[in-house]
């Protein structure tokens, strides 16, 4: 039985990957935003949702997941909400930073929104976040880049039934041109002061 978390930083490919897998695992998908959305507000100043009451949010996870007897799979930044006793594997999805900032950069987002992303997917925000709700046994951490849906897919399937978790597979602070690091901090800098 799979009872798996998709999770990584936005634009990584969550909700794509995750409905491929509810469909070849024929679990249900679990779309946390949607099921959380009573305690969803949105701030124009983060240009975000942002959650009000935290607990009220892990309770309607918690009633929602305990009440499906099967398998489910979890879309989701937000892990730190759900009960780590409810989920087998948490798939962590990584991505080159330079791509993610164009994807980021298509969805049309305010400049300061997509520098705070890119940077945490930089520095592997969703995977420390990850760890520290579920533990390093439960992490299977996927470098989604230049790799196609179908392929991202089959590996994560493989890994899946092979069963044992995988962690540091990037490293983009290593792998990433220093200029462009240089100038993510710049224009943090400037959004944070702004
Ligand atoms: P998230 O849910 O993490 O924000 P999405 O699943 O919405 O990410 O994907 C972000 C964008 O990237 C979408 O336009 C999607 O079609 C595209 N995408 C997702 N996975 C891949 C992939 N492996 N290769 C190319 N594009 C992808
Ligand atoms: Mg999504």
Redesign the pocket.
Known sequence: MARLVVT??????????ALELSRIYGAALIKLDELITPTLKWDPELQTYIITNEDYARRLIMERLSSIHSQYII?TIAVNLIDPSLVDWCIV?RLEPTQLMR?LI?RGWPYCKIVENVLAEVVGSSLTMAINTFGEDKIIEVD?TN???ES?VKYIVDKLREGRPIIGVVDWLNTVDTEFLVNLSKEIDNCITR
């Open positions: 990584g930083t936005p634009g990584v490919g969550k909700t794509t990957i879309d999805l994807r298509a989604t790799k196609d849906v991202i």
